[in-house]
């Protein structure tokens, strides 16, 4: 298994991933997760900890990297719900909430200040 995890500008997300702050997809074999650079590396790590946990779920669970980039790509804020991922008609829904939980699990641990991190990637 090889993964490759890399930070970038924000603009450089593909299209097909939406408007996000984490993506992952896999090529030639590789899984590449592709972070926004954010203000520190805590917070990059931890949107890199979501995309890997988020991403072998769906894997284990049969859901395609297709299905993801379909439904993102075609998403659109609503009712509150401000990431694609938390819409409960994501094919991937579950499994985001689960990488959510790790994720915040692992802020805790290293003191990040939840409201703060939320507060800078939801401001992209």
Request: proline fraction near 2%; glycine fraction near 6%.
């Amino acid at each position: 298994m090889k993964i490759v995890i890399e930070t970038i500008p924000h603009r450089e997300h593909r299209p097909e991933a939406g408007d996000t702050v984490g993506d992952w997809y896999e090529r030639d074999g590789v899984l590449n997760i592709k972070v926004s650079k954010l203000s520190c590396d805590d917070y990059e790590f931890l949107v890199a900890v979501h995309e890997l946990v988020e991403r072998f779920l769906c894997n284990h669970a049969g859901i395609s990297e297709e299905q993801v980039d379909k439904f993102d790509k075609n998403w659109e804020e609503h009712e509150g719900i401000e990431e694609a991922g938390d819409d409960s008609k994501a094919p991937y829904h579950h499994q985001h909430i689960i990488a959510g939980v790790v994720e915040r699990l692992v802020a805790e641990e290293l003191g990040v200040n939840w409201n703060d991190y939320s507060d800078e990637v939801i401001s992209l």
